[in-house]
């Protein structure tokens, strides 16, 4: 596939047909054999199915929403909500038996699959809270409220399971800077700010959308971003653990993964996204940075803080 011609600054990941021939060779076909810290290009049905069990301490999946929608030529198409939910329990069932007693399961969905997504994944597991992050992309509808925010169902196996909240904090600038006996109370100064370090909630409005400028940027049209994948992963896992991704796109939860010392399964049907994420994760072998992420820290916005004026 030749590839496109962009402006100068765009930054966005594409493939030459030289690097699609070279690329896969990096990626399983319709195979698990030599499948850990792989893309496996094949159907997530078929695929989760040959998994070894009880070995995974995280899911992270992001299925098709109950919309329509084109992936390159595989359409899904939109269903009732109950039709939605027998879905998402057809596969949500296969991925079970593959979790650790310890494991956390995400699931991403918008306001639409709300209901459905709670009581497949309910069935399962143990409902521990719903994110909502900021999606801030796009001009919005014309006689309706602009959509700008996405879901995430947080699950657990079991009521034992990991949440490291230090590795996840997010560090804020200071608008009114307390002090008790003359020092500060609760933040800390530096040579760019006054800044604490905060427990994280479950709303998200630090996260910007990958675009042309960005180096993680790919064509898939639903690409999640590192940074959202560097919290779940920081946040649920240990350094070694194994990740499963079902519907891993361009491969945003394996490249996370690789850049923050876990191990991953990631599956996709389209050959090309698949592609696209062998040559990110090559990429992640040189460049481990992480936009909005910095010195295990997460910044407010994606980028470090810069000086201030005293």
């Known amino acids: 596939m030749a590839a496109k011609t962009r402006a100068p600054r765009n930054r966005t990941i ?46 992270f999946a992001d299925p098709p929403y109950n919309l329509n929608k084109d992936f390159r030529g595989n359409r899904f198409k939109q269903t009732s909500d109950e039709q939605y939910e027998v879905w998402l329990d057809s596969w949500l069932r296969l991925c079970v ?11 991403c969905g918008d306001w639409r699959s709300a209901a459905a997504i709670q009581r497949a994944g309910s069935k399962y597991f143990k409902l521990r809270n719903r994110i909502t ?5 796009g ?7 602009k959509n700008a925010a996405e879901d995430i169902w947080f699950f657990t196996v079991s009521d034992e399971f990991t949440f490291n909240l230090d590795a996840v904090k997010q560090r804020r600038r200071v ?9 500060p109370k609760d933040w800390s100064e530096t040579d760019t700010g006054k800044f604490r370090d905060t427990h994280p ?17 790919t064509d898939h049209p639903t690409q999640k971003p590192e940074k959202l994948l560097a919290k779940i992963i920081l946040a649920s896992t240990n350094p070694g653990d194994l990740i499963l991704d079902p519907f891993a796109g361009s491969g945003t939860t394996a490249v996370t993964a690789k850049k923050l010392g876990r191990q991953f399964v990631a599956i996709e049907s ?32 994606n980028s470090r803080a810069g000086p201030v004026s005293k």
């Open 133 to 137: 992050w900021e999606r801030e992309k």
């Open 97 to 107: 038996p593959l979790m650790k007693p310890t494991a956390s399961v995400y699931i």
């Open 175 to 183: 608008i009114a800077p307390y002090k008790e006996n003359g020092k």
């Open 14 to 59: 594409d493939l030459s047909s030289d690097e699609s021939d070279k690329y896969l060779s990096h990626i399983s076909i319709a195979s698990i054999s030599n499948c850990r810290n792989r893309m496996i290009c094949g159907d997530a049905f078929q695929m989760l199915s040959k998994l070894p069990n009880g070995e995974f301490g995280l899911m």
């Open 201 to 217: 909630s479950n709303l998200w409005t630090d996260i910007s959308v990958p675009f042309w400028s960005m180096p993680e940027n």
């Open 139 to 145: 001009r919005g509808a014309k006689a309706n409220w």
């Open 270 to 301: 389209d050959e090309k996204y698949c592609l696209l994420a062998a040559k990110r994760l090559e990429l992640a072998e040189n460049d481990k940075s992480i936009q909005g992420f910095d010195d295990g820290v997460f910044w407010e916005r």
